[in-house]
């Protein structure tokens, strides 16, 4: 898996908003530093930005990259799921809780467990607002 490219599988978004690749970059920094130190699993894992090619899909965790996980994001289905709150904090909020939901797949997968929905869901919720780091 070390050499996938997650544009074999996804369209590559290459008009995101300089602002908002700043604020991700800030964010998966502090992940690792707040979350993945203090947890026996990767230290490292990459965000890229992508268009799904349907309105659902939010973001994605690339099954089997779980020694540096790669997460796909699609910018554009966020800010279309946050409706009108076209805020950059909405926003933001909502791509740091997609974040985080898939990185808590990557470290299910790094574990040896099942992917499991909740156990993601709880893990990303509970992080962004109380700032708890759920065991997986
Ligand atoms: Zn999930």
Redesign the pocket.
Known sequence: MTDYKIEYDYELDKKVDIKIKHHINKYCKEIEQKILSNIKCFKKFRVEYVNFDNDKQLAVYINGTEEYPIIGLDIKAHIEAIGEQKWFMALFTALETSIL??LA?AIQQYKGKE?N?DE?ENFAYDYSKFGIINKI
């Open positions: 939901h898939e797949h992917f929905e993601a």
